[in-house]
Nanobody, 119 residues
Framework: QVQLVESGGGLVQAGGSLALSCAASGSIFSINTMGWYRQAPGKQRELVASITSGGITNYADSVKGRFTISRDNAKNTMYLQMNSLKPEDTAVYLC?????????????WGQGTQVTVSS
């Protein structure tokens, strides 16, 4: 089992910044991908950004140039620096971790942290 705990959400004005963290614990495989998804009311859950254990990153087009994902493998912690926030970034942000071993993979999810951007 893997436990994921997010922190750092809150309320910010448009144009401001927030930083999220996700601390992972438990049975974390050496090869894994961590990521941030978000879900706004009435909308589908969407991938915001992901990062592999090797450091390869992927971003949604809507956040490219504004958000930066990073991780500290020694601390099993992932970060999301969010700059130039927009009201449409308002959502619950969820941390995920995908353990991988050969053809096996398993996904884990955190409880989420609310990010609210006021106009």
């Amino acid at each position: 089992q893997v436990q994921l705990v997010e922190s750092g959400g809150g309320l910010v004005q448009a144009g401001g910044s927030l930083a999220l963290s996700c601390a992972a614990s438990g049975s974390i495989f050496s090869i894994n991908t961590m990521g941030w998804y978000r879900q706004a009311p009435g909308k589908q859950r969407e991938l915001v950004a992901s990062i592999t254990s090797g450091g390869i990153t992927n971003y949604a087009d809507s956040v490219k140039g504004r958000f930066t994902i990073s991780r500290d493998n020694a601390k099993n912690t992932m970060y999301l620096q969010m700059n130039s926030l927009k009201p449409e970034d308002t959502a619950v942000y969820l941390c995920t971790l995908k353990n991988k071993y050969g053809g096996f993979s398993r996904d884990y999810w955190g409880q989420g942290t609310q990010v609210t951007v006021s106009s």
